[in-house]
């Protein structure tokens, strides 16, 4: 089994700053990169950010300069501090992680249960 949990969600005023958690657990063999991606109602889950086994970072345009994607050192935990918070940064945010389970050949697509972010104007 492989777990995904989100954490950090919640109301905030245009402007202002979140900071989303993702803890991935259960039986992981190797992670190649864990992900952020967001969803309004309606609409395609979007890609917000991605982070590799080696801190190399990805972002979506709309987003550059202000979110910021880290990794904790020692744990399979990722961050996504959301600073200048806008309308449209408004959905449910999940997270994703490729990997690799013990005993298998190749990596799979996790999904956790998503985190609301509602920002208002």
């Given at each position: 089994?492989?777990?995904?949990?989100?954490?950090?969600?919640?109301?905030?005023?245009?402007?202002?700053?979140?900071?989303?958690?993702c803890a991935a657990s259960g039986s992981i063999f190797d992670i190649r990169y864990m992900a952020w991606y967001r969803q309004t109602p309606g609409n395609q889950r979007e890609f917000?950010?991605?982070?590799?086994?080696?801190?190399?970072?990805?972002?979506?345009?709309?987003?550059?300069?202000?979110?910021?994607?880290?990794?904790?050192?020692?744990?399979?935990?990722?961050?996504?501090?959301?600073?200048?918070?806008?309308?449209?940064?408004?959905?449910?945010?999940?997270?994703?992680?490729?990997?690799?389970?013990?005993?298998?050949?190749?990596?799979?697509?996790?999904?956790?249960?998503?985190?609301?972010?509602?920002?208002?104007?």
């Amino acid at each position: 089994q492989v777990q995904l949990v989100e954490s950090g969600g919640g109301l905030v005023q245009a402007g202002g700053t979140l900071r989303l958690s993702c803890a991935a657990s259960g039986s992981i063999f190797d992670i190649r990169y864990m992900a952020w991606y967001r969803q309004t109602p309606g609409n395609q889950r979007e890609f917000v950010a991605q982070i590799y086994r080696n801190d190399s970072t990805q972002y979506v345009d709309s987003v550059k300069g202000r979110f910021s994607i880290s990794r904790d050192s020692q744990k399979n935990t990722i961050h996504l501090r959301m600073n200048s918070l806008k309308p449209a940064d408004t959905g449910v945010y999940y997270c994703n992680a490729y990997v690799l389970r013990p005993a298998s050949d190749r990596y799979l697509s996790y999904w956790g249960q998503g985190t609301q972010v509602t920002v208002s104007s």
